[in-house]
């Protein structure tokens, strides 16, 4: 089989940089040339202009507004994606004490490793031992009396685990929450900090979004931390100390304003629980053929990883679901297999046509 989408365009399952919203696409394309009557692209402005302080200011307040948020909490819009704020939270708040880290895979293990240079690090629970399947039980977290933080990737990637429901926990929440952000509801009010990479849910690589609330902020580290990144330099300039990435942000804002449209994190989760019955539905029918390594209960929405009956076939399937018009569908080098990931701009017609692409393949391939 092979797909007709408009532009030419085939259906995207890159886990990162990964699809947009072809509707921010046109409205970004009609823009290119002359934004709003400037005369000028977005990327073209001064980040000191008045035109892209709207821009700006207005993405926070799509943030804030989006996530259901006060002014009690910073928005802010830096660089260096979430691997940098791998090292930057704990030189801001660990300061040689103890954070509790709930290891669930490949990122959480880089997050775990950068913040070793600040402080000790305790794991809370450790993944490897179940081979990253599923996430902890609650009475398997074993958390420190008095920890700075607690530090939890809210979706893996690699893996294809979620959280829908965070650990109760004393100390401050901090969620790494890059690929599954703006995915579904949740209360952002529980994160004493959360941050996501733009670049699978909100928009273009290069702009990293981080929510931080303003108590937890108030016990950052003020001496001995580079300016660049000391969170008080960002929050005290409204992430405008240096140049931000200012095309990046203004398609996040434009990817805001779409989920808007859309019926905000309650239109997201249903169209992403609609793909994800869909698909893991399919595999369970199937599952003679396809199977799905992550238990019952820890499966992601976003990433659905699966593999077939021999690597032979899977490197087949990858091969036609190219000539077919599916990109993306490659699992990670380091764990082989399949992967699709389905995030936000992601369609319920993606999903129904890749079904039928491997419903096809299973019965030339059976």
């Given at each position: 089989m092979s797909i007709k989408l408009k532009y030419d365009r085939i259906w995207n399952f890159n886990a990162g940089p990964a699809a947009i919203p072809l509707p921010v696409l046109e409205r970004v394309q009609q823009s290119w040339f002359n934004y709003g009557g400037t005369g000028m692209n977005v990327m073209e402005w001064s980040h000191r202009s008045k035109e892209y302080d709207e821009i700006h200011n207005d993405a926070v307040a799509r943030v804030k507004r989006i996530c259901g948020l006060d002014d009690s909490f910073h928005v802010l819009f830096l660089q260096g994606g979430a691997s940098t704020q791998f090292a930057m939270i704990p030189m801001n708040f660990l300061d040689g004490g103890t954070a509790d880290y709930i290891h669930t895979g490949a990122w959480s293990k880089k997050a775990i490793a950068?913040?070793?240079?600040?402080?000790?690090?305790?794991?809370?629970?450790?993944?490897?031992?179940?081979?990253?399947?599923?996430?902890?039980?609650?009475?398997?977290?074993?958390?420190?009396?008095?920890?700075?933080?607690?530090h939890i990737t809210s979706n893996n990637t690699i893996k294809g685990t979620e959280f829908f429901e965070f650990p109760q926990v004393d100390a401050p929440l901090v969620a790494d929450m890059s690929s599954d952000i703006l995915s579904h509801k949740v209360d952002f009010r529980q994160f004493a900090l959360s941050y996501a990479g733009a670049q699978k849910n909100l928009g273009p690589s290069g702009v990293t979004l981080v929510i931080l609330r303003d108590d937890f902020y108030k016990t950052a580290k003020n001496e001995g931390v580079p300016t660049m990144l000391k969170y008080g330099t960002h929050v005290e300039k409204n992430s405008l100390y240096n140049t931000p990435p200012t095309f990046g942000v203004y398609v996040l804002r434009e990817v805001l304003a779409w989920v808007e449209e859309n019926g905000g994190l309650e239109g997201m989760e249903k169209q992403n629980r609609?793909?994800?019955?869909?698909?893991?539905?399919?595999?369970?029918?199937?599952?003679?053929?396809?199977?799905?390594p992550v238990e019952k209960g820890s499966e992601s929405w976003m990433n659905v990883c699966f593999r077939l009956p021999s690597e032979e076939l899977e490197a087949k399937m990858i091969s036609e679901s190219k000539a077919a018009g599916f990109s993306g569908m490659k699992g990670h080098r380091s764990v082989g297999g399949l992967r699709i990931s389905m995030y936000n701009a992601t369609p319920v017609d993606a999903i129904r046509d890749v079904i039928a692409f491997m419903t096809e393949f299973m019965k030339n391939n059976g």
């Open positions: 950068e913040a070793k240079y600040f402080g000790t690090v305790n794991l809370a629970f450790d993944g490897e031992a179940v081979e990253f399947k599923r996430l902890p039980k609650p009475d398997e977290l074993k958390l420190t009396p008095g920890a700075k933080y607690v609609e793909k994800a019955e869909l698909l893991y539905g399919f595999f369970a029918e199937n599952s003679g053929y396809f199977k799905c």
